[in-house]
């Protein structure tokens, strides 16, 4: 039986847990974490992921199993190595992963694979999405049947590299009063396996109306987005990396802009913290990763969930965090 905040499994180890119902079932589409003996870095290059496992529950009261691999590095032509958080969504009966990766000049991209049931196997297209970049693919299915993918990451995720709107190798650094690089979305193409047009950036606001600065890292975007509709509002959720809180900011499009709410998660033990966000049988939960397994190695992490709530105002109530 699934537990809340314990290792949902313990035989491999699993991180940036992406939680979806399909067919009333849920699955979890996590990064795979392979042991690595390199150092921990800045550039996340401990984060040498090869492949996909996909997990399911029949139920809270059902185990959590691995439906084994379902896609490996050495079958995507594009890619070279560090397949990271990946997400899916669900389109007419057919099933896409998404999936960033360093292409084979070693730049991030994000990448689609398509299988004909949530567990897979999938099979990759030849290449990226064009005009993708950086990492933590989210794919949002809204309720006018229109798809949005959001992505992005600082540091190992070379968003900052892509400011001009071209990959350049080593950009000047942002000043703490500059405005936060934000997060991207993209409209999906009808087919979801390109953009419609090119990637926005997404403002986070303030309470008073202005952007959140490069040096508010306590609030400003980092990694892992994830995007969910609660009472017709749209709640844009990530970390802060650095600093490792979850945080979210809610609007009115999809498209943004969104203004900062609040924390959803304090720190975990490990030094990222990634999550989603999902509404199964009518009760909110909220999906993550720590390292509890592997006693705090960063690159060794393992998913986790817990029942999440929300206040009359529509804020999500913070979730405590404990081991154990
Ligand atoms: O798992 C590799 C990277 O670590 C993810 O892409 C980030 O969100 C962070 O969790």
Redesign the pocket.
Known sequence: MAEQNKPLVSHIFT??PSAHVFNGKLYIYP?H?LPHDGEDNDN?DE?Q?ADYHILSMDSLDAPCVDNGEVLHEKDVPWVSS?M??PDAAEKDGKYYLFF?ARDKNGIFRIGVATSDTPAGKFTPEENYIQGSFS??PAVLQDDDGKYYMYFG?LW??QLEKWQTGEYVENPAPLADDANALGPQVAELTDDLLGFKSAPQEILILDENGNPLKAGDHDRRFF??SWMHKYKDTYYFSY?TGDTHYLCYATGKSPMGPFTYRGRILEPVLGW???HSIVEWNGKWYLFY?DCELSNGIN?R?NVKFTEIHYNEDGTIQPVPYKLG
């Open positions: 991180a940036d990064s974490d996340g984060y992921m560090q990271w958080a960033p990492i933590d990451g190992g995720g990694e892992a970390s990222t913290t990634h990763h690159h992490r």
